[in-house]
């Protein structure tokens, strides 16, 4: 500024850094995400737009910002997405109340209407599927839209549907032969139509859209594979048979992919042969139409199936796609016509051009200009150039993926024609340096050139340097080209040939190029078998959770049975609970084992960044001074990018291009600043992050009082350790020691539940009274005690019933001898006893198992009594009845006096001769009674009447 001092800007813009660094989380970014508009920070000289804001300091004008502003096309399709996607979650909102309030009589109503949605839907909108809704990766017939996210969500829909269904009707009885023979047909002429639909360059893409497409293929196989077991399923034959189906669906799968990556790619023909498994699956899955558990097996089995044939089939389409993009870039070595790079660089002129109108400033408009064009994606190299209006002078310079190469010569050969013409033009040369050559005349009289050397030349396997290179597209080892001597025969079919070798497939061709013979190799690797297998066991596991989840929210929604009454019961039973708890205990142990590897393969991969980024940094420091302190050597030197501070503030970098892009970072942090400057330490590290994008970046102070800086991105450690390799391993390992702890657990649930079983069948054959059960009394743990006890149990059992029964006989016959007639009702007052007596007596036919017949009196009068008598639920009663010249007492008591009324037993006893005994009895004892009230008077009158003679005679 003017009084001397610097006025720097904080990181509020950020340049358009690749893709894969993440969201840098800078207000720029956020400002266009939300209004569409671009922040352009730049000197108040560069600022060139109709709106300009100006940061101002004491009067003088530091920094500027424009805001370019959308097209009005691109504000109108903003809109309309914006539209599309708020309509878009409104139905999806829609879809899920009428599925959440939707009635058994209407249930195919919200899955046909799910169907429906999924295939009208604009899906591009929808977060998560944006990334497959290019009709340029993927595009299948017969279906309206059909990119892989339309079709990923159709069949996602399907799936639903299929678990909303498993509760209506029955399975088939088709013959199970038949059904795999049908899956099968169906299975290839699916394949066939995915191989189709994906273009070679999403195949051998990026390897997250690959897993979709494989997700997405296997939830069509799932669902053709559980369509034939459920119309075919046989009469039930047993575990076996699905186990040995499983086997020979892994056994296909391991053949299948072994062929795809010798061949490359599997035959066509190959899922012929999953009529084999799917038949045995046909044949083996019994009860499907009695429990809701043997639905969810059969789902389970079907997603198996369909994963043992996608994951191989998949990767040998990959694999042959790549070796296909490996024969394309074989093909464009060289200096031959390529129309395609031609019209890359006719991009990138129309974009530096209306780069250069906005007034992006000459590192920016390179940049950008590489982006927008294509050339970023394609993996071509590529030297830019701003050439200044003063003749043979460069104002900046980008440099994608040339090394330490030298300025192309044919970059400042044509820029006065350039000037003079006002028009762009594309050469192409028969150079070792230069293969296309673009000059794009920008304003001001400056030119830009762009200069594409032959591929294969450069030697730079990154196309943006050792820190930033992986941030390019995917790609595998650059083409070799060995030259040939004249003595060498050159063959003369340009075709590349490809070998299989170790580690995987070589392809080579001959090359004529600048007056020279060469030989090109090219590398497409294959990793090992094991790691290979690792991630096969990942896919199906991938496979089997999501496309599971789906048919069990379909299921749970339909309000399906199976999901509640078959499911729910058979994971919440005794063996279930014991099963999953030794699950968790044999789990947990792995899981925690599983996260101690893997932090200390990350930490190991740190680690070892650190240690690269150190022994840079000291190498670079030692040969600072032999190279003539040129960092861009020391990077040669090293392998590194090398950065140099002064007084704290970034001085020159290896890679200037990254420097004016705003990539490095511009101070060293105070902390270590302060350690280096105060000798507290030689060297020091530490981890910068951008977005998503991690480096470790190792400091050293040079004897002049600069410092050096080797940034070392911490995918290099991962590299070097190979640890996605070995991370897919231990997750295989893990996954793997999951499902023998699951199988571990299952055999032992069962072995602590088996003799539980066998107690409780026991059980209920005593209970029916079979008592001539025993268990096998020779083992020799708990169970044993417990089965003697058992044994004991019964044959006491045994006894007690033998001796019931001689005392009911007994009873029986008591009561049957009795003069006193007895009758035994239920609590229904259905007859349950009569002996001869009570049918004498009531002169009623009375059957057992049947309530009293209807009479007339005298015997009605006692049927309507007891109708009174369990009407009114009375505990106890008596009765008299008059019948003929005989008198019935009748007494009935409630069988038990506790809880709910029970039956009743009734006596009826004849007590008409009693009634006479008591009678004369009464008589008898009356005319004692008048006997002794005749003597009471007499023996006063005897006493007189003694007294009188007594008193006479002594006269």
Same mark, same amino acid.
């Given at each position: 500024v003017a009084d001397g001092g610097t006025a720097v800007g904080a990181i509020l813009l950020r340049a358009d850094l690749p893709g894969q660094v993440g969201d840098v989380d800078d207000f720029a970014s956020s400002f266009r995400a939300r209004t569409g508009e671009v922040l352009r920070l730049s000197t108040p000289a560069r600022a060139r737009a109709a709106?300009?804001?100006?940061?101002?300091?004491?009067?003088?004008?530091?920094?500027?910002?424009?805001?370019?502003?959308?097209?009005?096309? *691109?504000?109108?399709?903003?809109?309309?997405?914006?539209?599309?996607?708020?309509?878009?979650?409104?139905?999806?909102?829609?879809?899920?109340?009428?599925?959440? &309030?939707?009635?058994?009589? !209407?249930?195919?109503?919200?899955?046909g209407v799910g169907v429906l949605?999924?295939?009208?839907?604009?899906?591009?909108?929808?977060?998560?599927?944006?990334?497959?809704?290019?009709?340029? *990766?993927?595009?299948?017939?017969?279906?309206?839209?059909?990119?892989? %996210?339309?079709?990923?969500?159709? #069949? =996602?829909?399907?799936?639903? %549907?299929a678990g909303a269904a498993v509760h209506r009707g029955g399975p088939g009885r088709g013959p199970p032969w038949l059904a795999g023979g049908v899956a099968a047909v169906a299975l290839t002429g699916l394949v066939t139509w995915f191989g189709g639909a994906a273009s070679v360059g999403f195949l051998a893409g990026e390897e997250v859209g690959w897993v979709g497409y494989q997700?997405?293929?296997?939830? &069509?196989?799932?669902?053709?594979?559980?369509?034939?077991?459920?119309?075919?399923?046989?009469? +039930?034959?047993?575990?076996?048979r699905a186990l040995l189906g499983v086997v020979a669906a892994l056994g296909l799968g391991a053949i299948t992919g072994w062929i795809a990556v010798g061949t490359p790619g599997a035959p066509g023909w190959m899922p012929l042969l999953w009529c084999v498994p799917v038949a045995l699956g046909a044949g083996a899955v019994g009860r499907v139409d009695r429990d809701g558990s043997g639905r969810v097996v059969l789902w389970g089995f079907a997603v198996v199936l369909a994963g043992t044939l996608t994951v191989p089939t998949a990767w040998g389409q990959r694999l042959e796609a790549r070796i296909d993009t490996a024969t394309r870039e074989m093909e464009?070595?060289?200096?031959?016509?390529?129309?395609?790079?031609?019209? =890359?660089?006719?991009?990138?002129? @129309?974009?530096?051009?209306?780069?250069?109108?906005?007034?992006?400033?000459?590192? @920016?408009?390179?940049?950008?200009?590489?982006?927008?064009?294509?050339?970023?994606?394609?993996?071509?190299?590529?030297?830019?150039?701003?050439?200044?209006?003063?003749?043979?002078?460069? !104002?900046?310079?980008?440099?994608?993926?040339?090394?330490?190469? *030298?300025?192309?010569?044919?970059?400042?050969? #044509?820029? @006065?024609?350039s000037r003079m013409s006002d028009t762009v033009e594309v050469r192409r040369f028969d150079s070792f340096e230069a293969h296309y050559m673009a000059q794009v005349p920008i304003s001001r009289g400056r030119v830009v050139t762009a200069v594409?050397?032959?591929?294969?030349?450069?030697?730079?396997?990154?196309?943006?340097?050792?820190?930033f290179g992986s941030l390019g597209p995917t790609r595998g080892p650059p083409p070799r080209l060995v030259p040939l001597f004249e003595a060498e025969a050159m063959r003369v079919d340009p075709t590349p040939a490809w070998t299989r070798r170790e580690g995987g497939w070589l392809g080579e061709r001959p090359l004529r190029m600048a007056g020279a013979d060469y030989w090109a190799h090219i590398d497409v690797?294959?990793?090992?078998?094991?790691?290979?297998? /690792?991630?096969? /066991?990942?896919?199906?596991?991938?496979?089997?959770?999501?496309?599971?989840?789906?048919?069990?929210?379909?299921?749970?929604?339909?309000?399906?049975?199976? &999901?509640?009454?078959?499911?729910?019961?058979?994971?919440?039973?005794?063996?279930?609970?014991?099963?999953?708890?030794l699950f968790a205990f044999f789990a947990l142990s792995n899981l925690i084992f599983g996260s101690l590897a893997y932090r200390t393969i990350a930490g190991a991969s740190q680690r070892a960044s650190r240690v690269l980024a150190e022994r840079a940094a000291q190498d670079a420091a030692t040969s600072y001074y032999d190279l003539g302190r040129d960092v861009e050597l020391l990077a040669n030197r090293v392998g590194v990018d090398v950065v140099e501070y002064k007084d704290g503030e970034l001085w020159e970098a290896s890679v200037e291009e990254l420097v004016s892009l705003g990539l490095y970072e511009g101070w060293v942090p105070y902390p270590v600043y302060r350690s280096l400057l105060s000798r507290e330490s030689l060297a020091e590290t530490t981890t910068t992050a951008l977005g998503q994008w991690e480096y470790v970046t190792a400091y050293r102070r040079l004897p002049d009082g600069d410092v050096m800086g080797a940034p070392v991105p911490l995918q290099a450690g991962a590299t070097a350790l190979q640890s996605r390799d070995v991370v897919e391993l231990l997750a295989a390992a893990v996954l793997g020691g999951a499902a023998l702890s699951f199988l571990l657990a299952l055999l032992v649930g069962r072995a602590l539940t088996q003799p539980i079983q066998t107690l409780r069948v026991a059980s209920e054959r005593v209970g029916s009274g079979n008592l001539g059960i025993r268990l096998a009394s020779?083992?020799?743990?708990?169970?044993?005690?417990? #089965?003697?006890?058992?044994?004991?149990?019964?044959?006491?059992?045994?006894?007690?019933?033998? *001796?019931?029964?001689?005392?009911?006989?007994? $009873?029986?016959?008591?009561?049957?001898?009795?003069?006193?007639?007895?009758?035994?009702?239920?609590?229904?007052?259905?007859?349950?006893?009569?002996?001869?007596?009570?049918?004498?007596?009531?002169?009623l036919p009375i059957e057992v198992g049947k309530p009293l017949p209807d009479a007339e009196d005298p015997a009605g009068?006692?049927?309507?009594?007891?109708?009174?008598?369990?009407? !009114?639920? =009375?505990?106890? &009663?008596?009765?008299?009845?008059?019948? +003929?010249?005989?008198?019935?007492?009748?007494?009935?008591?409630?069988?038990?006096?506790?809880?709910?009324?029970?039956?009743?037993?009734?006596?009826?006893?004849?007590? $008409?001769?009693?009634?006479? $005994?008591?009678?004369?009895?009464?008589?008898?004892?009356?005319?004692?009674?008048?006997?002794?009230?005749?003597?009471?008077?007499?023996?006063?009158?005897?006493?007189?009447?003694?007294?009188?003679?007594?008193?006479?005679? !002594?006269?």
């Open positions: 709106g300009i804001f100006d940061y101002m300091h004491e009067g003088q004008a530091l920094f500027s910002l424009t805001v370019e502003r959308p097209a009005q096309a *691109d504000r109108r399709r903003r809109i309309v997405e914006d539209g599309q996607r708020m309509g878009a979650y409104a139905v999806v909102l829609a879809w899920l109340l009428l599925v959440w &309030a939707g009635r058994r009589s !209407d249930a195919w109503l919200p899955w949605m999924a295939l009208l839907l604009p899906v591009d909108v929808l977060p998560g599927f944006s990334g497959m809704a290019s009709p340029g *990766d993927v595009l299948f017939r017969w279906i309206p839209g059909g990119t892989l %996210a339309r079709v990923a969500l159709v #069949f =996602l829909a399907l799936i639903v %549907a997700v997405t293929m296997a939830a &069509a196989a799932a669902l053709v594979i559980w369509g034939a077991l459920w119309w075919g399923r046989g009469g +039930g034959g047993g575990r076996g464009r070595l060289g200096t031959g016509v390529d129309p395609y790079l031609r019209f =890359l660089l006719e991009r990138l002129a @129309e974009a530096v051009d209306t780069l250069d109108a906005g007034g992006a400033p000459p590192a @920016e408009m390179l940049y950008r200009g590489w982006r927008n064009s294509g050339l970023a994606e394609t993996g071509y190299p590529v030297w830019m150039t701003v050439w200044t209006s003063d003749d043979q002078l460069w !104002d900046e310079e980008l440099r994608i993926g040339m090394g330490g190469a *030298d300025r192309p010569v044919v970059a400042n050969q #044509f820029l @006065e024609s594409v050397p032959p591929l294969g030349t450069t030697g730079a396997e990154s196309l943006l340097g050792p820190l690797p294959v990793s090992t078998l094991p790691v290979l297998a /690792a991630r096969g /066991a990942l896919l199906l596991a991938l496979n089997l959770s999501l496309l599971s989840l789906a048919w069990w929210w379909g299921a749970q929604r339909a309000g399906a049975s199976e &999901a509640r009454g078959g499911v729910l019961p058979a994971v919440t039973s005794f063996r279930a609970r014991v099963t999953l708890a020779d083992r020799h743990d708990e169970f044993g005690a417990v #089965f003697r006890a058992f044994n004991r149990m019964v044959r006491r059992l045994r006894r007690a019933r033998r *001796d019931l029964v001689r005392t009911s006989r007994r $009873t029986q016959a008591i009561v049957e001898d009795a003069a006193t007639g007895v009758l035994a009702f239920d609590a229904q007052g259905v007859v349950t006893l009569v002996n001869p007596a009570a049918r004498a007596i009531l002169d009068e006692f049927v309507r009594w007891m109708q009174t008598y369990f009407r !009114d639920a =009375l505990g106890e &009663a008596a009765l008299e009845l008059q019948s +003929g010249d005989r008198r019935v007492r009748v007494r009935a008591r409630r069988i038990s006096q506790e809880g709910p009324l029970a039956g009743a037993v009734v006596s009826l006893e004849d007590v $008409t001769d009693e009634l006479r $005994t008591e009678r004369i009895l009464a008589w008898g004892e009356m005319a004692r009674q008048v006997a002794h009230e005749v003597k009471n008077p007499l023996t006063p009158i005897k006493l007189s009447v003694q007294h009188l003679r007594r008193a006479w005679e !002594d006269r």
